[in-house]
């Protein structure tokens, strides 16, 4: 890809600390302690100018958890006052009404919380830490009532998958977003708390169900990008209108909390394309050598569970974190629907 060809940023999204107050068994960041050399907040308002000047459409402040760091609010009142879109991930466990406060001030595109599990064991378990659902429950409340455009992600693992229908009856008619994604081993998380192909593809049956019976209004619901690809009975799962390869370093950049570049949060270290602190990201970005995984596909870059398909040139292999976290190869996306549903159906 020429310089003269790469997009515009779409989307940052900024690891602000890794700093965690959950110990969740599925986070791919191992998050809890701060990373010892974080960006300073003068070097975060350089950094949010610099986006600016990449006519970044919207960028979403996570962690760890985004709220344990000191100077979020001016980072992200920064991020406003240069007319970009804000949205925020957090587990919810210690927003309080100050914060809400400041949230509404800020008025962000999105909020959003995790839920991982429809009862207190389950929830506490998987977030490693007691009180937690308590937690969050208890925020979800208080964003509805501050008015605040509230979305629940639930990440599906062996642990939670069979209480997507108690979590369903619980957001229904809540106007709360539900974006539902699948745990990917990563990080701390342990591949036999993976989901099978099996449960894999019940979980895509069970979206494809609430988009059908439930308006948007009703059951705003979406399926991450690691469901897909061409399904010859399901539709599109996904937010936007359809999959057109992974867009780490195409459309989405990634920042870590010291000021590493990289395209997608969900990639090794091994992907990091330099650091803010000796080139600026307009530099990084703008680079012909970046990101070549995604910029420089050919179809020989293709693993062998997507080697020869038809949907290859334009599907790359699926989503990038899926495909390294199961088989530690890129362009490689083990349940993609259109290989997957052929066996699924034959052993039915």
Known sequence: ?????????????????LRCNLKCIHCGS??????????????????CDDLKDLDTQEICLMGGEPFLRKDWYIIAKKIRDLNMKLLFISNGYNINKNILSKLEK???????????????????????????????????????????????????????????PELRDFLLNKQIA?????????????????????EYYSVALFIASLKKKYTSKQMPVVGAHCFGYHSRHLPWLGLYPGWGGCQAGISILSIKSNGDVIGCLSLPDSKIEGNIRERSIIDIWNSPSSFSYTRKFNVDFLGENCKGCKYGETCKGGCSGMSIGFTNKFHNHPYCFYKIEPDLIKNK
């Not at 699948?182 to 993976?194: C, M, Q, S, V």
């Open 1 to 17: 890809m020429r310089s003269d060809q790469i997009q515009k940023v779409g989307q940052v999204v900024w690891e602000t600390t």
């Open 106 to 164: 800020l008025e962000p595109h999105s909020v959003s919380t995790s839920l991982d599990g429809s009862t207190r064991e389950t929830h506490d378990h998987i977030r490693g830490v007691k009180g937690s659902f308590d937690k969050v429950m208890e925020y979800i409340s208080l964003s509805k009532e501050a008015n605040l455009p509230t979305t629940v992600i639930t990440t599906v693992n062996k642990l939670n998958f069979k209480e997507l």
């Open 30 to 47: 191992s998050a809890g302690a701060a990373r010892p050399n974080e960006l300073t907040t003068n070097e975060a308002l350089i950094l």
């Open 178 to 198: 539900w974006q539902i994604q699948i745990a990917t081993p990563e990080g701390r998380f342990l591949h036999k708390y993976a989901l099978s192909k099996e």
